[in-house]
């Protein structure tokens, strides 16, 4: 945000629907991109890439119109070093009718630990709205800012596991999990893991197996599991036991071991395990995939090789760069010109998902709504569209993220040959 240019009214207000069903708007001065509802790891991670691509495409576009020495750079990580801390949350749905007291406990240890495969690493120790202590490298961008167990908040006083409960669907069959613990990943392979095993781990919970165990001071543990320097990772739980991080790791892996298959939670277990192994046997094996340990990588070449005491801010700007997003211009995308770092996806699917929505989800009708009949749209909300036009209003509701129900509506939007054919159609 340029400090000498106030900001407009319509710029402060700007919330937008894309034709991908995604929403991208401005939360507290910070660009945001919401990604649609997906069904799969492809689609997720496919989306979360177009965000990327989409924000960069805007900088690009307003760096056109600014002078030589002017640039907007934008930035996907969770800290300015300073003591200030914006997140990437997950979102999950999920049953009703399963107990807040056995998400709360089923889940609490998996999120702890979660971070030493989906962190994304950071020069310095911070608290909220104080200076940075420089020198220490963490695992983890957001284990510095939280402290308190459970709460609403998301701004102060972060809890561990956030209670925000609007799940945009049928409110009596469906809760929202709203996770807020995690870092924004470069990584395809560190996206895929985090939502990946989190939505095993939830499974578990609804199914009553997640495994049973409580960790002593849990803010405590995942800061200490973030700064770690040995990278043990030992926690303490309730009950007096010591036990690593892989440890705790390893007990979820093996309840979701158990769960009915397919081919892409075997792929989710394939690589949990093999993570878990190879950051157990030396955690460098693991900079192909693993953001926090590519990072230490680069910080840890250029160290060595100018000689840098690692208190010397230039480590810190290397720490940034490696989250623009600029094609050109970011480190992690060096890493991916010169092959360092495991793909989930291909181009060709990052392209077709900065324009298409998923076709599995309601997100398939409201991103057509948005590429056809922008100008009928009235209102439009994650779980209902409203449209005008033709002397009528109508509005269409969505309580189902992922529903055969929906296909009446995807079948009309596809083949109406206009707004009033389209009408006719869902009408009849």
């Known amino acids: 945000m340029d400090k000498n240019r106030p900001l407009t009214f319509q710029e402060i207000k700007s919330d937008l629907v894309l034709s991908n069903g995604a929403r991208f708007y401005n939360d507290h001065a910070h660009p945001e991109y919401s990604t649609p509802e997906c069904t799969t790891l ?81 020069m310095g120790i911070e608290a909220e709205s104080a200076p940075g202590q420089p020198g220490a490298f963490q695992i983890s961008q957001r284990a510095d800012f939280f402290s308190v167990l459970v709460s609403i908040d998301t701004m102060n006083r972060r809890p561990l596991v956030n209670t925000r409960d609007e799940p945009h669907a049928d409110a009596s069959k469906y809760r929202r999990f709203h996770v807020i613990i995690g870092d924004s990943n470069m990584s395809e392979w560190a996206t895929a ?20 165990l409580e960790i002593a001071q849990p803010i405590d543990a995942a800061k200490s599991i973030s700064r770690d320097q040995n990278y043990d990772w030992i926690i303490e739980l309730r009950d007096g036991r010591k036990i690593s991080a892989i440890e705790v790791q390893r007990l979820y892996l093996g309840a979701a071991q158990k769960l009915n298959r397919n081919e892409e939670k075997d792929w989710i277990l394939r690589e949990w395990e093999s993570v878990l192994n190879d950051l157990q046997r030396d955690v460098m094996i693991c900079r192909d995939r693993v953001d926090w340990v590519a990072k230490k990588f680069l910080l840890n070449e250029l160290q060595e090789e100018e000689k840098l005491a690692w208190t010397d801010p230039w480590l810190q700007s290397i720490d940034l760069e490696y989250h623009n997003i600029d094609l050109d211009r970011g480190l992690y995308y060096e890493l991916l010109r010169h092959d360092s770092m495991r793909r989930v996806i291909n181009e060709d699917e990052i ?28 209102s439009i909300q994650w779980n209902e569209i409203v449209l005008t036009g033709d002397g009528r209003s109508q509005k269409i509701l969505l309580p189902e993220p992922a529903d055969e129900s929906l296909e009446r509506l995807n079948r009309a939007i596809r083949k109406s040959a206009d707004f009033a054919d389209f009408l006719r159609v869902i009408g009849t």
């Open 42 to 122: 492809h689609e997720i991670v496919a989306q979360e890439k177009a965000g990327e691509r989409i924000l960069a495409e805007c900088a690009r576009r307003r760096n056109a119109h600014l002078p030589e020495r002017q640039r907007v750079c934008l930035y996907k990580n969770n800290t300015d070093f300073l003591g200030h801390s914006y997140g990437c949350h997950d979102n999950y749905l999920m049953r009703r009718d399963v107990p807040w007291d056995r998400i709360v406990t089923g889940a609490l240890p998996f999120l702890v630990t979660r971070q030493i495969f989906a962190g994304a690493g950071k």
């Open 193 to 212: 893991m985090k939502l990946g095993t989190t939505a095993l781990v939830l499974e578990l919970i609804e199914n009553g197996k997640a495994p049973q």
């Open 351 to 378: 392209r077709h998902a900065i324009f298409s929505p998923p076709e599995t989800t309601r997100a398939f009708f409201r991103g057509r709504a948005v590429a056809r009949f922008t100008d009928q749209i009235e």
